[in-house]
C-alpha cells in the first residue's frame, strides 16, 4: 500500500489543529483545569502545571500554524485537485 506523503502531511496538518482546537475550547469553557488534575491523579503524579486564563489571540496560533502549513504543502492549484480526488473516492 502507497502513502502518498502530500495527504499524510495534510491528514497530520488537520489533526493537530483540530487537537489545538479542542484544547482551546476546554480552557474557554474552563474544563481543562479539572481534566489535567483527573490524567496527573490517574497517574500518581503531582501536578506541576498550572493552566492559564483563556486568551483568543494566543488560542488561534497553533491552529494558524496548521493552516498554514496546509497552504504550504498544498498550494492553491494542488488543494482543488485533491479536494475533487476526496469527493470521487
Same mark, same amino acid.
Request: hydrophobic share 55%; proline share 6%; aromatic share 12%.
Given at each position: 500500500?502507497? /502513502? @502518498? @506523503?502530500?495527504?499524510? #502531511?495534510? /491528514?497530520?496538518?488537520?489533526?493537530?489543529?483540530?487537537?489545538?482546537?479542542?484544547? #482551546?475550547?476546554?480552557? #474557554?469553557?474552563?474544563?481543562?483545569?479539572?481534566?489535567?488534575?483527573?490524567?496527573?491523579?490517574?497517574? &500518581?503524579?503531582?501536578?506541576? &502545571?498550572? =493552566?492559564? $486564563?483563556?486568551?483568543? =489571540?494566543?488560542?488561534?496560533? $497553533? =491552529? #494558524? *500554524?496548521?493552516? *498554514?502549513?496546509?497552504?504550504? =504543502? &498544498?498550494?492553491?492549484?494542488?488543494?482543488? *485537485?485533491?479536494?475533487?480526488?476526496?469527493?470521487? *473516492?
Amino acid at each position: 500500500m502507497k /502513502v @502518498s @506523503s502530500l495527504r499524510l #502531511a495534510l /491528514v497530520f496538518a488537520l489533526a493537530l489543529g483540530l487537537w489545538h482546537a479542542g484544547w #482551546a475550547a476546554l480552557v #474557554a469553557a474552563s474544563l481543562a483545569q479539572p481534566l489535567l488534575n483527573w490524567i496527573f491523579e490517574l497517574h &500518581f503524579l503531582s501536578q506541576p &502545571f498550572q =493552566v492559564q $486564563p483563556f486568551n483568543a =489571540v494566543t488560542a488561534r496560533r $497553533p =491552529v #494558524a *500554524r496548521m493552516i *498554514r502549513i496546509r497552504r504550504h =504543502v &498544498f498550494p492553491e492549484q494542488k488543494r482543488r *485537485r485533491l479536494t475533487v480526488d476526496f469527493i470521487e *473516492r
